[in-house]
């Protein structure tokens, strides 16, 4: 028996990267995997791997910025599995460096309302059912000082209301916790972390000397997500080779 065994886990932003390595490792700790992305043929790719390895997963074409596109998957979840038990909202988008209105709003749309969103759809079945999990990524830029503007913003709106809605649900079983990954190695800071220079300031940041893999932060949301956490919410854990406490 996995750790998740007969679970039904919605993961956002599975088609690579940390999503990917959470959907990959929910699905051999026996989870029902539903992943979720806008990368239409990448998600559908995970999936078929999951299931080639005896996984069981399910791939979605989804906007977490589009309400519609939450009532759509959450109805046919349901109609499907009848529950959800899990939610892992992790998709998101990084920000330019352009001070304008428009890349404020487009960002904090995805990483901010995009989270809001998932709780709004996820939490009546979860209240139905009598309990569930919701992890919500940030990044260590929602508690420390740096980055750029727009995505520290929302990243540090993901905190605030990973801790109300932890208060909020508590009296329903429902947990909410929010996980907050450093400097990770995925597709999405590959670019970045090609330049040399800013790897190294990377490198120098953090205490532990090596950076991040994505099942580095995949471990640590297996166990918010599973029953072993049952007395923890509200918590916020830092995955970050030990860079906010330098």
């Given at each position: 028996m996995g750790?998740?065994a ?32 806008i ?10 791997d999951i ?12 906007d977490?910025s ?20 899990i939610?892992i ?5 990084p ?17 901010m309302?995009g989270?809001?969103?998932?709780m ?5 079945v979860?209240?139905?059912?009598g309990?569930?999990s ?13 980055g750029?503007?727009p ?15 932890a ?32 790897r ?8 532990l ?5 994505s099942?580095?932060v995949?471990y640590?949301v ?16 830092v995955i ?7």
């Amino acid at each position: 028996m996995g750790r998740l065994a007969g679970k039904v886990a919605i993961i956002t932003g599975s088609a690579s990267g940390q999503g990917k390595a959470e959907a990959i490792l929910f699905a051999k700790e026996g989870a029902k995997v539903i992943l979720a992305d806008i990368q239409k043929q990448k998600v559908y790719k995970v999936a078929e791997d999951i299931q080639k390895n005896g996984g069981e997963a399910i791939a979605y074409f989804h906007d977490i910025s589009i309400e519609e596109h939450w009532s759509n998957l959450i109805r046919a979840i349901c109609k499907k599995y009848g529950k959800v038990d899990i939610l892992i909202n992790n998709a998101s988008t990084p920000a330019s460096h352009d001070d304008l209105i428009e890349e404020w709003r487009r960002v904090l749309n995805i990483n901010m309302i995009g989270t809001f969103l998932g709780m709004k759809y996820v939490v009546p079945v979860m209240k139905e059912i009598g309990g569930g999990s919701i992890i919500n990524i940030s990044s260590v830029a929602g508690l420390i000082a740096g980055g750029v503007n727009p995505y520290t913003a929302s990243k540090g709106a993901i905190r605030a209301i990973s801790r109300s809605a932890a208060v909020e649900y508590a009296k329903y079983q429902i947990r909410v916790n929010s996980v907050y990954p450093g400097m990770i190695h995925t597709p999405m800071t590959e670019d970045l972390l090609a330049n040399e220079g800013i790897r190294k300031h990377f490198e120098s940041v953090t205490p532990l000397p090596f950076l991040g893999e994505s099942n580095d932060v995949a471990y640590g949301v297996l166990y918010l997500a599973s029953d072993e956490s049952r007395f923890t919410t509200g918590t916020e854990l830092v995955i970050d080779g030990g860079w906010t406490s330098h």
